[in-house]
């Protein structure tokens, strides 16, 4: 990780350094997250980040979970983040996958949310990164 990544986020009224990692898991964690279902999540995420002004420091989705490390506004909650990606990841890949419909609902309701300090960052972009190889 550079040091550029390690700047502060100046937005309107507030500088921050607020990066937040998240993993949350398919129903029944089952390992549905692969080949076409993982490319069209990963765009769909691209797309809620993009909208929200957040932004991807390391993702990495693999059939059983995704670990989402993102540098986030201070006036965005946690809770906020999760609604938008997994809602909008449900309702538009249940609807383009229809083999997902045997799942009762895409996501478990729950999710592990952890701020990151600066100095830490590198460190857990890295684990996520390794999430690939296990």
Request: overall charge positive; proline content about 5%; aromatic content about 8%.
């Amino acid at each position: 990780m550079s040091k550029k990544d390690l700047e502060y986020r100046h937005d309107s009224n507030a500088v921050s350094p607020i990066d937040i990692h998240f993993v949350f898991i398919p129903k029944r964690r089952k390992a549905v997250l692969v080949g076409k279902i993982a490319e069209r999540l990963q765009e769909i995420i691209f797309e809620v980040v993009t909208e929200n002004r957040w932004k991807v420091i390391a993702l990495e989705i693999v059939p059983d979970r995704v670990h989402l490390l993102l540098n986030i506004k201070p006036t965005d909650s946690a809770s906020f983040i999760m609604q938008r990606v997994k809602g909008r990841a449900s309702s538009y890949l249940r609807k383009e996958f229809p083999e997902l419909l045997k799942l009762p609902t895409l996501w478990t309701p729950s999710y592990f949310v952890g701020s990151v300090g600066n100095l830490s960052t590198e460190t857990v972009s890295k684990y996520i990164e390794e999430q690939r190889n296990k």
